[in-house]
């Protein structure tokens, strides 16, 4: 796995350690303060999708083009959990427009994957 196409074998395996760390702060941390159900509900979703999408880019090796996958994924990941984990903490909807251009970069970056 020499090359580029390994260097997404590191950001996946760093999104994923960064991904089990807001696991555990989930767990632990967040829902013991006083967040509504909906703030709880938007950082599992944030977390379940960083979680799913930091496996997809390990296998960005294995596919044809590997630089344009691993752009859309993690741009997908930075514009759809980013926003979420944000409003979730704070209270703020300020960034959640950006969802779902980042959702729509996760699926254009699987579609990627494909080619």
Same mark, same amino acid.
């Given at each position: 796995?020499?090359?580029?196409?390994?260097?997404?074998?590191?950001?996946?395996?760093?999104?994923?350690?960064?991904?089990?760390?807001?696991?555990? *702060?989930?767990?632990?941390?967040?829902?013991?303060?006083?967040?509504?159900?909906?703030?709880?509900?938007?950082?599992?979703?944030?977390?379940? *999708?960083?979680?799913?999408?930091?496996?997809? &880019?390990?296998?960005? +090796?294995?596919?044809?083009? =590997?630089? &344009?996958?691993?752009?859309? %994924?993690?741009?997908? &990941?930075?514009?759809?959990?980013? =926003?979420? *984990? *944000?409003?979730?903490?704070?209270?703020? +909807?300020? &960034?959640?427009?950006?969802? +779902?251009?980042?959702?729509? %970069? %996760?699926?254009?970056?699987?579609?990627?994957?494909?080619?």
């Amino acid at each position: 796995m020499a090359g580029a196409a390994g260097g997404w074998v590191r950001v996946g395996a760093l999104s994923g350690a960064a991904a089990v760390a807001a696991a555990a *702060y989930g767990a632990h941390g967040f829902r013991r303060s006083d967040r509504d159900e909906y703030q709880k509900e938007l950082y599992e979703t944030a977390n379940r *999708y960083h979680v799913l999408h930091s496996l997809a &880019l390990l296998a960005l +090796p294995r596919c044809r083009h =590997p630089a &344009l996958a691993g752009t859309l %994924l993690c741009g997908g &990941l930075g514009l759809f959990c980013g =926003p979420f *984990y *944000y409003q979730a903490v704070t209270g703020d +909807p300020g &960034l959640s427009r950006a969802a +779902p251009v980042g959702g729509s %970069l %996760l699926i254009l970056g699987w579609l990627a994957m494909a080619l």
